[in-house]
């Protein structure tokens, strides 16, 4: 399988791109069994958390060309339409699943990640790089736009001056620069760090009250569209979600009892 699937008892489903003779290219059944995970990891109560990580020494080199739409171009028959509806049954249907996922989710990047094998962990909420990670945009080389949720990923994390650099002018960033510019949560010291510090902070994450954890990324991850009227009344409904979860009860128990609270993400 060029995408493997663990779910361990410390609440953490990995998701490991596991196609290391292309440095992770995506094919279209690698697309579709990522998000045939996040999709399995929502409904499962037992999946507190995700982490997303990659074997070998790349991340995810983007799209396997030999395989996309978009190679016909030029071709008898090519109609652009179906450009656009492979990407949204796609590439978008991946990035969109891990941006609404109700649950936290960590990215282990290392190595070069290109496009929307980026994109792909830029759409996790914590992002771990080592200063040998890469991170590469190229659709300009061949005339494409930016897809799988670039365009709109990059501006919230970089700013727009910036984004505008990586899409059309293809500049590329380190893991050193990436943590600089707030486009990654951290860099590690190297890839032992990494691994070692993206389970800890996916076992961290799957320790916590993940209802409300699940609540807060979606009022943050809506924030730049919504005005502030309705985002108050967001998180309102929100607050009184999460205080009906029995976490709430645990935490306010820990509190009262100065001891650490057990949450179980209910």
Do not use: Y
């Amino acid at each position: 399988m060029s995408v493997r699937v663990d779910l361990g008892d410390d609440g953490v489903c990995r998701v490991t791109l596991d196609r290391p003779e292309a440095r992770h290219a995506l094919t279209p059944e690698m697309r579709d069994a990522l998000t045939d995970a996040v999709r399995r990891a929502r409904r499962d109560a037992a999946a507190r958390a995700l982490l997303l990580r990659s074997t070998g020494d790349a991340f995810c080199a983007g799209m396997d060309l030999r395989h996309a739409t978009v190679a016909g171009a030029g071709t008898e028959g090519f109609d652009p339409r179906e450009v656009a509806e492979a990407l949204r049954n796609g590439v978008q249907a991946f990035i969109r699943e891990l941006w609404e996922l109700d649950k936290p989710t960590v990215a282990a990047v290392r190595g070069a990640a290109v496009g929307p094998g980026a994109h792909l962990a830029l759409a996790c909420d914590f992002v771990l790089v080592e200063p040998g990670t890469r991170f590469l945009w190229s659709f300009h080389r061949i005339g494409l736009v930016a897809d799988g949720g670039g365009a709109h990923l990059l501006p919230r994390l970089v700013g727009l001056a910036r984004a505008k650099a990586m899409l059309m002018l293809g500049e590329a960033c380190t893991g050193t620069e990436a943590a600089a510019l707030g486009l990654v949560h951290r860099c590690c010291d190297g890839p032992e760090a990494l691994a070692a510090e993206a389970e800890a902070l996916a076992r961290r994450l799957a320790e916590g009250p993940t209802r409300a954890l699940g609540l807060t990324k979606r009022l943050l991850n809506d924030t730049f569209e919504t005005p502030l009227p309705e985002a108050l009344a967001r998180e309102a409904d929100a607050q009184a979600a999460a205080a009906g979860t029995a976490d709430v009860v645990e935490g306010l128990a820990a509190f009262r009892q100065r001891r650490d609270p057990r949450f179980r993400g209910r």
